[in-house]
């Protein structure tokens, strides 16, 4: 039997079968396109080749694409009598997660690790803000993570350009920015090129308030990475957001008008809609006026793509959109058929955009103070849910409440007030 770059033995006598998979989980893992071809390559090279089916299931997934998903890991899945023990958990895990049953799902990715824990496969979905662990809905989850890379820290030692990015995001998620910073040089030196390390390199930049030298980072980065690529479109965030704040208006909605706004966009739907959703609304906080035309836009796409409550993340940005293109209705039916583990969330975020679009100032903050503690809970990184601390920041500051909005920023957050992207605060 051959193995795979992580050790792990494949059922397969092909060493070109092997070699396309371990080329697509690489480009998977590093978010480089490519990865679909190179998984449909090694299944091409050997049919039986059962993780390639998962591998395989997992890209499309990631790409919206959840019909194909299911039906490349009922083909992976109906191999496994003839796996090997590892290979048969590695397709039960991906079975769970293709089919949507993240709970059930995390539960067999932890079992499964305890046994094989350089499974980097599976290990990846439990990882980042977006991960098994990020969208569980739960309190001290950032933590949770941590502690989980903090003991597989050894098992992948110091040479792993993947597991080394993505142990720097959990760190830098709970406040570990040295540690985080070099984690991901040391990532970045052994593959440069992997977009998940530009990406945390830039939460970096982020959490140390290095606006200058991040944008020139990150755009230096991305001007060579494919627009059909995973992060392309969340990336674009991040230089959108570096433009806004250092005065570049004009810089900052072409990147909007060009990759983040449905249309423009490339990326998976709920970076569309997050990311669309929260530089419209970093936009206002910045001084920039209301565009109605482009909240009704991305209103409609919120309801297009998220039709059904569930995805907590994505239905807080929902319903911003919602609330600020004035679609009353759309809000509504989100805030009460909010589902899922931070379901409570939704609804006391839903009520304070609604109240926000009322200019409702004192009610807006009433529904945000008590989220503010956990909002962890609705997934997504620091950087990303600083939008929600803001947002109370501007309702108090509107409200009368300046000194209390002054105070909660500089308790709240590190940076220096001249780095708070609200117009009404700058000194």
Not at 293 to 314: I, K, N, R
Not at 322 to 329: D, I, Q, R, T, V
């Amino acid at each position: 039997m051959l193995s795979d770059r992580y050790g792990n033995r494949l059922s397969t006598a092909s060493s070109a079968a092997r070699d396309a998979y371990v080329t697509a989980v690489d480009l998977l893992l590093s978010a480089n396109p490519g990865a679909e071809q190179a998984f449909l390559r090694a299944i091409a090279l050997d049919p039986d080749l059962a993780v390639a089916h998962a591998g395989l299931a997992r890209t499309l997934q990631m790409q919206a694409r959840p019909q194909e998903a299911k039906a490349a890991i009922a083909r992976g899945v109906e191999l496994a009598p003839c796996l090997s023990a590892r290979e048969r958990g590695h397709l039960e895990t991906f079975d769970l997660i293709i089919h949507g049953k993240a709970a059930e799902a995390l539960a067999a990715a932890r079992q499964h690790l305890d046994d094989y824990p350089r499974d980097a496969m599976v290990l990846a979905p439990c990882t980042s803000v977006f991960g098994l662990i990020g969208f569980s809905g739960r309190a001290g989850r950032e933590d949770e993570l941590l502690a989980l890379m903090d003991s597989l820290a050894t098992v992948y030692g110091e040479e792993d350009w993947w597991f080394a990015c993505m142990h720097a995001f959990a760190q830098v998620e709970c406040g570990q920015i040295g540690k985080a910073l070099a984690n991901i040089e040391r990532s970045l030196a052994q593959h440069p090129r992997n977009a998940h390390g530009a990406h945390i390199r830039a939460h970096v930049y982020y959490e140390r308030g290095e606006r200058a030298a991040g944008l020139a980072y990150l755009r230096d980065w991305w001007s060579t990475y494919p627009k059909e690529s995973q992060l392309h479109c969340h990336l674009a965030w991040h230089i959108a957001l570096w433009e806004l704040e250092l005065g570049r208006a004009a810089e900052a909605w072409s990147v909007y008008h060009a990759h983040l706004k449905p249309g423009g966009s490339w990326g998976p739907p709920i970076n569309t809609l997050t990311d669309s959703a929260s530089f419209l609304f970093r936009a206002e906080l910045a001084g920039e006026g209301r565009n109605g035309e482009l909240w009704h836009e991305l209103s409609a796409y919120a309801s297009a793509t998220f039709p059904t409550p569930g995805v907590t993340f994505a239905d807080v940005h929902g319903a911003l959109a919602h609330a600020l293109a004035g679609n009353g209705e759309a809000l509504a039916q989100l805030e009460s058929g909010a589902r899922g583990p931070a379901a409570d969330m939704v609804r006391s975020l839903a009520r304070a955009f609604g109240a926000l679009r009322r200019d409702a100032w004192a009610e807006a903050s009433a529904s945000l103070q008590p989220v503010i503690a956990t909002h962890e809970r609705i997934g997504g990184s620091r950087a990303q849910r600083d939008l929600i601390e803001y947002t109370l920041a501007v309702c108090l500051l509107r409200a009368g409440r300046i000194e209390e909005a002054r105070a909660y920023l500089e308790q709240r957050r590190l940076a220096e007030p001249a780095h708070w992207p609200i117009a009404e605060l700058r000194v």
